[in-house]
T-cell receptor
Framework: GQNIDQPTEMTATEGAIVQINCTYQ??????LFWYQQHAGEAPTFLSY????GLEEKGRFSSFLSRSKGYSYLLLKELQMKDSASYLC??????????FGAGTTVTVRA | IAGITQAPTSQILAAGRRMTLRCTQD?????MYWYRQDLGLGLRLIHY???????GKGEVPDGYSVSRANTDDFPLTLASAVPSQTSVYFC?????????????FGPGTRLTVL
């Protein structure tokens, strides 16, 4: 099976930066996704990495190191609306997506 | 219809009953998926479909079946529901199974089996 690990919870202050780490061990690799999920809602797409390096998209950035089986999602200038679960998902050699359990981020004023 | 829809929104079901969860998308996506989400376990793939007429098993397929008669619809059937199938079920779709195509998720169905 696939193994995807991310921290369960993180807390940060409004305006700060938070980094959510994700490590994975999968059968093959065809890309890594980050999704945001607010309580009681559906996941929504944030970012996609398939090559090593940093992808920046506004306040959110995602980094990938395939050799280390490691990714992180960086949230800058945190806002209250960023309080949500962040899901790391890896697409394996069969193109199926496996999700981590998610990291709940709480932003405090 | 805009995007991907699921029905019902929520359902309470007696154990042993048959139940079909409906999923429809209007984006002409080839690939569709069913996940269940349980606290502490994250999203787990139940079944998927690469294109109309084909289906495949995911990580937790036992007790579930799917069909893909056309591009738009991907129903999930529980033949004889059991309490361990209590969960939130999400349907998703993407342009293709491969590539950098993000999956779009429906609003979910909250199912309780008693």
């Amino acid at each position: 099976g696939q193994n995807i690990d991310q921290p369960t919870e993180m807390t940060a202050t409004e305006g700060a930066i938070v980094q959510i780490n994700c490590t994975y061990q999968t059968s093959g690799f065809n890309g890594l996704f980050w999704y945001q999920q607010h309580a009681g809602e559906a996941p929504t797409f944030l970012s996609y990495n398939v090559l090593d390096g940093l992808e920046e998209k506004g306040r959110f950035s995602s980094f990938l190191s395939r050799s280390k089986g490691y990714s992180y999602l960086l949230l800058k200038e945190l806002q209250m609306k960023d309080s949500a679960s962040y899901l790391c998902a890896v697409r394996d050699g069969d193109y199926k997506l496996s999700f981590g359990a998610g990291t709940t981020v709480t932003v405090r004023a | 219809i805009a995007g991907i829809t699921q029905a019902p929104t929520s359902q309470i079901l007696a154990a042993g009953r048959r139940m079909t969860l409906r999923c429809t998308q209007d984006m002409r996506h080839n690939a569709m998926y069913w996940y269940r989400q349980d606290l502490g376990l994250g999203l787990r793939l139940i079944h998927y479909s690469n294109t109309a007429g084909t289906t495949g098993k995911g990580e937790v397929p036992d007790g579930y079946s799917v069909s893909r008669a056309n591009t738009d619809d991907f129903p999930l059937t529980l033949a004889s529901a059991v309490p361990s199938q209590t969960s939130v079920y999400f349907c998703a779709s993407s342009v293709e199974l491969a590539g950098g195509n993000e999956q779009f998720f429906g609003p979910g169905t909250r199912l309780t089996v008693l």
